[in-house]
């Protein structure tokens, strides 16, 4: 039992030390044992302990801290300090240049968009922060420092000064933070609800009595009644606001709870003032009933938020707790389980049916097919043989795989994703950083309106002045403004990665939907930049199949391209030996008894002397490879890279929303030509440079275009980094991705037509929640200032407005995508390269 597990005396926080609060539960879980802390901060920091590895310092420490006091300041902050430890930030923190350090964090105590703005402000403010953004969706921070003038351990506790808590991001943990915060919503909202019924009960008949008719000491029951069911929910369930209305006041900001829990202190103040003086009317009906529908607004709109965030979040936990390693692969099959925390590049790995892969690598053994549709929106599963790459989180469908595994932790390709996606959510657009602004300002306008609304009113009506300042401070919403860029940006973002497409950058959807040009890259964009097999033509009796399999044979042996192109490694492999590759001709050997050439024309002639037939045409964009043996001709193979299935619809669809389209590539002319008449491009260009690209699109963009541009190679990260939107296809290189704003995980170019029509309607809804804000705001606070809006009706009006905004933003979760031309057919390239007619589709 590790040191400090309990005593007989007094249970006891195993990794402090400090007796455990009554009810306290907070366990973790050590190699050989349950073991239970005191709070939230000690299971943290020994949850990170033992899944980095160094669970061995419970069992080796000698002492425990010397006091059995609660924490003080100088003990949470030396416990923040294992955070500091290299060790420790192994799992979470990215080094960058330098002394530039990185990491994800989780942010507990979030209500509202102010305090976003609050802690954003806050951790800035610190010496050696070099960024902080915050997602209000999923409360996750992404903060940046100089390792040599901050620690982390200081920024973190910089975090709890202003009453919050950060800790780093855990998908299960960050699910254990909601699920408390939603229980405690729930039970704040639950006894603000049954307040509001039972003041209403004593309220309702001192509104229906005739004027005297009620003796006073029958009033004073009821209104102390009324009192003492009003405390639970100003001291509980209101306490949240009063609480962020502190924290606001303490840095000298002004948040959204500000003026809430102004107009819930001096209503419930003076109504208590009205009972002890006998004077007046309380209002404690009101109180309870607008406590009880603001909560009601934040609850819902909790649910909403935490729905919009749910496909990214998703994401966060593909990736197993656990997995089957070999002890002693091939020699031994015996395998055990281990944390995927402790895999390492190299192991050999056991993946069952059903269970998801536990890390980046390659098949060694068995055959099965791979659901990897959370990752790239690729709703087939792919199949997998022997040498096949696996993508950590991935689903293994059918059989058993043996995989070797070549990337963990942060380094594979859902951590990847997960980095850019942070990113792409904590970085805003221009958008959201000036309703942010004006959010801010809105407030203390809010404040020096109400303040003379009050001196108004009392100079006309001193009777009412007070009830109206009340309904003033309590109407407005700048919340609305604070949510409605980011409520419709998750909801955006969790659409595109459901479809494979990744935003990388704040601004993407933003700049796609002014997008008036969009360029492509050939090879590897609208390609799939490798040699296929497009058509075999037998040239005697022998079968196109039989052709196949001889061509087969004699290309397992090479390593070349076109034998990738050519040889099936699920085919069987006939007799054959003595086969040898001949440089810069072909292959040669004796298969099934037959000798057997294939390669270069000119090559294969030499075998039996006879000319290749006259009637085959060879097109420009394709490679020919013939087989023969000593008595003729026997196959040709035309290879060539093949167009991409949805080339040809994807550049129509572009085309119709408007778009202009070109092809830049640094291939051939004649190919690029062939390749554009294929698609219907009208503009493009070979033979092109990497500087050659992007001054064709400097000209573009001097004539006043917004340049989309699409490419995959090392050689266009300079004109994806130059446009103004760019995506980069995701089986390309890294330094493409990381130039680009968008990545296209699943290559499947009609989803570029797609992500441009929901950042359109993105930016719509963006611009319908400013307006519905602003126009609330316009006509419900001179409606409250002149009287006309009880405190009870401010408060719906404030939480249904914010709660518009969010459920607003929600509908791009249900908007339909992918539809053809009105249903008309449209056009996709064969495997031969050749356009037909299909029926338009309808994606999800």
């Keep these: 039992m590790p040191l400090g597990n309990g005593s007989h005396d007094m249970p006891s926080c195993f990794h402090c030390g400090n007796p455990l609060p009554p009810g306290a539960h907070y366990p ?15 299971q943290a920091v020994a949850r990170m302990i033992v899944s980095s590895g160094n669970a061995a310092y419970y069992r080796h420490r000698t002492s425990l801290p010397s006091t059995a006091a609660a924490p003080a300041a100088d003990e949470i902050l030396q416990q923040l300090r294992l955070y ?50 915050i997602n209000f969706a999923t409360h996750r921070a992404r903060v940046r420092w100089d390792n040599s003038r901050i620690q982390l351990s200081d920024i973190l506790h910089a975090v709890r000064d202003i009453g919050y808590a950060a800790y780093p991001f855990d998908a299960d943990r960050q699910e254990d933070v909601f699920r408390r915060e939603r229980a405690a919503a729930q039970r704040r909202l639950a006894i603000a609800g049954l307040g509001m019924m039972q003041v209403m009960m004593y309220a309702i008949p001192a509104y229906l009595a005739d004027p005297g008719s009620m003796t006073w000491d029958i009033q004073a029951l009821m209104r102390w009644a009324s009192l003492m069911l009003t405390l639970p929910v100003v001291f509980y369930s209101a306490w949240p606001f009063f609480l962020g209305a502190w924290r606001d006041l303490k840095r000298r900001s002004l948040g959204m709870d500000v003026p809430v829990a102004l107009g819930v202190g001096a209503a419930f103040a003076a109504s208590v003032w009205v009972i002890l003086t006998h004077s007046g009317e309380v209002y404690f009906d009101s109180i309870t009933m607008f406590v009880f529908f603001l909560l009601s607004g934040r609850y819902l709109e909790m649910g909403a938020r935490r729905k919009s965030a749910a496909a990214l979040e998703t994401l966060a936990k593909l990736i197993p707790a656990v997995a089957n390693r070999y002890l002693d692969y091939p020699a031994q099959q015996e395998t055990q389980s281990v944390p995927v925390t402790r895999l390492a590049a190299g192991d050999t790995l056991l993946v069952k049916p059903g269970e998801a892969i536990p890390a980046d690598g390659i098949v060694l053994a068995g055959s099965s097919a791979a659901d990897e549709s959370l990752l790239t929106g690729e709703a087939r599963a792919l199949t997998k043989v022997a040498g096949d790459r696996l993508v950590g989180g991935a689903i293994n469908v059918t059989g058993p795989l043996v995989m070797r595994v070549e990337k963990t932790g942060a380094d594979t390709v859902l951590s990847g994703i997960l980095r850019l996606l942070d990113r792409a959510q904590a970085e805003k657009p221009r958008i959201a ?21 009050a001196l108004g009113w009392y100079w006309v009506e001193p009777a009412r002045a007070f009830w109206i300042t009340v309904s003033v401070l309590v109407v407005s919403c700048p919340c609305a403004l604070g949510l409605a860029t980011p409520a419709a940006l998750t909801a955006a973002a969790g659409r595109l990665t459901g479809m494979g497409l990744l935003a990388t950058r704040g601004h993407a959807l933003e700049t796609l939907a002014r997008v008036t040009h969009v360029v492509f890259d050939k090879t590897g964009t609208l390609t799939y930049g490798r040699l296929t097999l497009l058509d075999t ?28 192109a050519l040889h099936d490694p699920a085919a069987p492999t006939l007799p054959g030996h003595s086969i040898t590759n001949v440089p810069g001709y072909g292959l040669e050997g004796i298969v099934e008894g037959r000798h057997l050439r294939l390669g270069r024309p000119d090559f294969v002639a030499q075998l039996h002397g006879r000319p290749l037939p006259p009637h085959l045409e060879l097109r420009d964009s394709q490679t020919m490879v013939a087989l023969g043996d ?175 905004v969010v459920l607003n933003a929600l509908r791009l979760s249900r908007m339909r995508l992918g539809a053809g031309d009105n249903g008309a057919p449209v056009h996709t390239v064969t495997e031969t390269g050749t356009a037909v007619a299909v029926p338009a589709l309808e994606g999800p």
């Excluded at 973790?28 to 000690?42: E, F, M, Q, Y």
């Excluded at 305090?115 to 050696?128: D, M, S």
């Excluded at 830049?664 to 260009?685: C, K, P, R, W």
């Design 28 to 42: 973790v879980d050590l190699p050989d044992a349950r073991c239970n802390t005191c709070c939230h901060g000690c």
């Design 630 to 804: 000593e008595q003729g001709w026997l196959s040709i193979f035309l290879l060539g890279d093949q167009l991409r299935p949805d080339a040809v619809r994807a550049v129509a669809r572009l085309k119709k929303m408007g778009m202009e389209v070109s092809l830049l590539s640094g291939d051939g002319n004649a190919t690029v030509a062939h390749v554009a008449n294929q698609l219907g491009i009208e503009h493009y260009a070979g033979q092109l440079m990497p500087e050659d690209k992007l001054a064709r699109m400097r000209a573009l963009q001097s004539r006043g275009q917004i340049v989309a541009m699409v490419g995959d190679g090392v050689n266009d990260a300079p004109v994806l980094a130059a446009a103004q939107v760019s995506i980069a296809m995701g089986q390309g290189s890294d330094v493409a991705q990381a130039s680009a704003d968008m990545v296209m995980m699943n290559g499947q170019l009609e989803r570029l037509a797609d992500a441009m029509a929901l950042a359109r309607r993105t930016t719509a809804i963006i611009r319908q929640n400013l307006a519905w804000a602003v126009i609330y705001n316009l006509a419900a606070i001179p409606a409250a200032a002149l009287g006309f809006v009880t405190p009870w009706m401010a408060g719906i009006g404030m939480s249904l407005s914010s709660l518009l």
């Design 433 to 453: 950083r000036l309703a942010d602004r004006f959010a801010a300002w809105f407030v203390l306008a809010l404040l020096l309106l109400a303040t003379g609304v």
């Design 537 to 564: 033509l037998p040239l005697g009796e022998t079968s196109a199949a039989r052709c196949r399999a001889l061509a087969s044979t004699l290309e397992s042996v090479s390593e070349h391209p076109i034998a990738h």
């Design 84 to 133: 500091d430890l290299p060790e420790i930030q192994q799992s979470f923190v990215r080094p960058g240049e330098g002394d530039l350090r990185e990491a994800a964090l989780i942010l507990e105590g979030i209500v509202c968009a102010a305090c976003i703005w609050l802690n954003e402000r806050h951790i800035a403010q610190l010496p050696g922060v070099v960024a902080v953004e």
